[in-house]
Structure formats: C-alpha cells, structure tokens
C-alpha cells in the first residue's frame, strides 16, 4: 500500500529523487537532508506504515538487521566510533513525517550523547502502579 500523498512513500519509489546508500525490494535507505551528522541515514520501507503500531512484521523482522549493516558500512566508510538507531513514533516524541522510518546516526567518541535524557525519581510505590497500568494493555 502507498498514501499518494506521502514524500517518503514517492521517496521510497524513486519518484523523488534522493541519496540512496542501499535498496532492495522492501526498503530504500537514503541520506537524511538534515543531518545530525554526515552520513546520517534513514530506513524507509518500500510500503506506507504511519509508525511502528502499522509495521507489517515482515518489515520489522528485516530492520535491525539492515540498521546494523548501515551502521556498520557508516563505521567503516566515515571512522564512526559508534551509531544511534533512533525511531520516533507520534509529534510528541519528534517524528515530523508520518511514513514509518528509521534513522542511523554516525557518532564520535569527542561529541556529547545527543540521543540522552536526566534520570528521573519514581515516587513511593509509583513504579510498581506504572507497571502494572502497562501490563494491562499488553
Ligand atoms: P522524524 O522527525 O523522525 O519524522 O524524521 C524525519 C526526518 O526526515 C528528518 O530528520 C528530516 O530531516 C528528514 N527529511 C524530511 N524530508 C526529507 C527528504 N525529502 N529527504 C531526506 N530527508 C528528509
Ligand atoms: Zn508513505
């Protein structure tokens, strides 16, 4: 299935143009325009998912394994030291375009952690409901 008027489903198809690193008949890896570093790299599967609740399992079982030969290729290719694999799923957690990606991020041992967070404190007995609210849904 494709959503016509998704830029990463005419990305994906090659109807617009792009940086491709990598493709094959399930997936299109291509440069992102915005780099968080250079050689940033975003997964776009060949089929429109909205996010990860979408993903056909046949896609999900590739994209680790692919997340891992572009992250490889980027160590390789550019002298990373390391790589984030990032994954955004609704605005409020940063994703801005609504086609399920994935994004591989070269990192260096000199630069600060960009994918971070300040530890928070749970209250008394406050995890224990938390994960019980979630096992319900599960
Ligand atoms: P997200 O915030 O997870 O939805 O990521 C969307 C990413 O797509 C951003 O990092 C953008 O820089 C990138 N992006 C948007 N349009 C294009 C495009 N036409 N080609 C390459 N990357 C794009
Ligand atoms: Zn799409």
């Given amino acids: ?4 008027n998704c830029i990463f489903c005419k990305i ?3 109807e617009i143009p792009s940086s491709t690193l990598y493709e094959d008949d399930m997936f299109r ?4 325009l915005g780099p968080a570093n250079p050689g940033h790299a975003l997964i776009l599967p060949k089929e ?7 993903l056909d ?3 999900a079982a590739k994209i680790l394994p692919l997340a891992a030969k572009i992250g490889t290729a980027q160590r390789k290719a550019l002298g990373a030291d390391g790589f984030n694999v990032v994954q955004n799923n609704g605005t409020a957690a940063g994703q801005t375009v609504f086609h ?3 994004h591989i991020i070269p ?3 000199s630069e600060a952690p960009m994918v971070a967070w300040n530890p928070g404190k749970y209250a008394e007995g ?7 609210k979630i096992r319900k849904e599960i």
Avoid: C, S
């Avoid at 299935?1 to 016509?4: N, T």
């Fill in 29 to 32: 890896v291509i440069l992102d």
């Fill in 100 to 102: 399920f990606h994935v």
């Fill in 107 to 109: 990192r260096y041992d």
């Fill in 12 to 14: 994906a198809a090659g």
């Fill in 1 to 4: 299935m494709r959503d016509d």
């Fill in 57 to 59: 399992e046949k896609y």
């Fill in 126 to 132: 406050e995890m224990e409901q938390t994960a019980e």
């Fill in 48 to 54: 429109h998912f909205k996010d990860v609740t979408e």
